[in-house]
């Protein structure tokens, strides 16, 4: 069973910065695709960033240029940085990953407010 253990989140200034880390429990390469998706009340969950097995990134054009997704192979987590942040980056965000189907995280609450 695949787990994804999230850590990170929390509140912040606009133009403030957040880290957010997920730790899979299994070799993080085992894992075709890994990422973040983010979710407010009522409407769907949204792709964040992610970041294949081979290093290839991809990110939302809200966050394009702000966030930073990267991994540390050793700790088997993916930290997503988020920097210079605004009030409608406030959401829940959740760990991502496909191995042999989707899984996902518990969810982070990430709140923006000034």
């Known amino acids: 069973q695949v787990q994804l253990v999230e850590s990170g989140g929390g509140s912040v200034q606009p133009g403030g910065s957040l880290n957010l880390s997920c730790e899979i429990n299994?070799?993080?390469?085992?894992?075709?695709?890994m990422g973040w998706y983010c979710q407010v009340p009522g409407k769907q969950r949204e792709m964040v960033a992610t970041?294949?097995?081979?290093?290839?990134?991809h990110y939302a054009d809200s966050v394009q240029g702000r966030f930073t997704i990267s991994r540390d192979a050793s700790k088997n987590t993916v930290t997503l940085q988020m920097n210079t942040l605004k009030p409608e980056d406030t959401a829940v965000y959740y760990c991502?990953?496909?191995?042999?189907?989707?899984?996902w995280g518990q969810g982070t609450q990430v709140t923006v407010s000034s």
């Open positions: 991502y990953a496909v191995v042999g189907r989707p899984y």
């Open positions: 299994r070799n993080i390469f085992t894992a075709y695709v």
């Open positions: 970041i294949t097995s081979g290093g290839d990134t």
